[in-house]
Antibody, heavy 120, light 107 residues
């Protein structure tokens, strides 16, 4: 059974870098699929942040592109999100998810989400 | 960017009702559309992919239809566990975008 689990600080100061990790169990991250980050501000809808393919190719939301980096660590079977220069607007629940080309690129498995608050 | 517009934003319905949610894309996305269900405090759950394919384990009362710019999610007979917020998402092109959500509430 494939499972995803986000981890990282729940509180980040303004102007600092938000760093989250998504640990994947039950599947080798280098074997295929693609992996994404999606966030949801409190009481609001879902926003795609970016995705990384097993080939290493990355795609980012242009609204965040200058501040986002997504990377994969195959030795630890995990992928990571870094979002720099954060402000209060980046306060949200952050989800990692698996995307599958076999389902027209839908996200079929999601982590439980982790709440990140940006505040001094 | 492709804008995804969902309607209604909320709907009140009773157990056993048929509920229809629509999603319109600002440009054609073929069948590159997914539907998700989200309950409070939980991660979204994939219901439908490729516009009309039912994800494994999802009850058959859920169905999806459409292609191009207009899509529909139908719940044929609403059950108590279906009260949630539903989102559509296009995967035709980057950036991937979601609809604003439809909250299905108890009448």
């Amino acid at each position: 059974q494939v499972q995803l689990q986000e981890s990282g600080p729940g509180l980040v100061k303004p102007s600092e870098t938000l760093s989250l990790t998504c640990a994947v169990s039950g599947y080798s991250i280098s074997s295929g699929y693609y992996w994404g980050w999606i966030r949801q501000p409190p009481g609001k809808g879902l926003e795609w942040i970016g995705s990384i393919y097993h080939s290493g190719s990355t795609y980012y939301n242009p609204s965040l592109k200058s501040r986002v980096t997504i990377s994969v660590d195959t030795s630890k079977n995990q992928f990571s999100l870094k979002l720099s220069s954060v402000t209060a607007a980046d306060t949200a629940v952050y989800y990692c998810a698996r995307g599958t080309t076999m389902m027209n690129d839908a996200f079929d498995i999601w982590g439980q989400g982790t709440m990140v608050t940006v505040s001094s | 960017d492709i804008q995804m517009t969902q309607s209604p934003s909320s709907v009140s319905a009773s157990v056993g009702d048929r509920v229809t949610i629509t999603c319109q894309a600002s440009q054609g996305i073929s069948s590159w559309l997914a539907w998700y269900q989200q309950k409070p405090g939980k991660a979204p759950k994939l219901l439908i992919y490729a516009a009309s394919s039912l994800q494994s384990g999802v009850p058959s009362r859920f169905s999806g239809s459409g292609s191009g710019t207009d899509f529909t999610l139908t719940i044929s007979s609403l059950q108590p566990e279906d009260f949630a917020t539903y989102y559509c998402q296009q995967a035709n092109s980057f950036p991937l975008t979601f609809g604003g959500g439809t909250k299905v509430e108890i009448k």
